[in-house]
């Protein structure tokens, strides 16, 4: 079910890394439906290519139902950027092209990742480098890219959020190369909502529980499985990626303007059943 319609983010320019799919493309959605103006980040492989810009013109249509009659006027409702977001310059792009298309950026949600499943003593060298680098480093570069240009727009900051996982606060046999980075991206945003006071920007996460997306299908595919995990959950179903865009939505706008360092599970209970 998708968020209603509001203007939380009414005019507001939203850049979301990961966005061609999964929980980026969920809180793309949101972001839309509550008025913002949203920048695409995908990887840009031919099937991100292909999803984001599908996502684009589902956005764009978003808009144009929401004007009504008259054709919307203005810079477009979404636009799209492609790159590796283990590499530093892929979020000076993605800032770059959003103040280019918008003229400033007010939020940043940085959500791009990867979940591999390895039992430990198996994780191959590679794999351990490439999460670490996708999952930290890449929140590390975009969210300091977005700091900076929000820095810029002085007075008027800006509001950060992260997709950590509910996994920065639990063990996973088959994820100890993927915990540890989930765990430093909640530390990252407890840090950058002290350093980035200053300037007016608030630093948020959000921690996911098990949301059904493409990482997962596989998985999830093991009807045993899924019964066991929906059975823990309180209320009693998998997450969707639609699930995550209230909290996040709620914490780019103005309703959370005294909150910054808030890490938000969004589980369904799982964590507090924990047993």
Known sequence: MALAASNLLRNRVVAITGASQGIGRGI???CAQAGANVVVHHLGTDSTTRDARHLVRELDDLRQRAAGPAPHAGPPAAIEVSGDISDPKTADAIVDATVAA????????SNAGVCPFFSFLDIPHDVWRSTRS??????FYVVQAAARQMRAQEPQGGAIVAVSSISALVGGGQQAHYTPTKAGVKSLMES??????????RCNSVLPGTIETPINANDLADKDKRAYMEGRIPLGRL???DD????TVFLLSDMAQYVTGASVLVDGGAFVNLQ
């Open 28 to 30: 793309a959605l949101g």
């Open 102 to 109: 918008y003229g400033r950026l007010d939020g940043l949600v």
């Open 134 to 139: 996708i999952n930290l480093d890449g929140a």
């Open 192 to 201: 950058c909502a002290i350093s980035l006071s200053p300037y007016k920007i």
């Open 239 to 241: 997450g969707r990626p």
């Open 244 to 247: 995550l865009s209230g909290p």
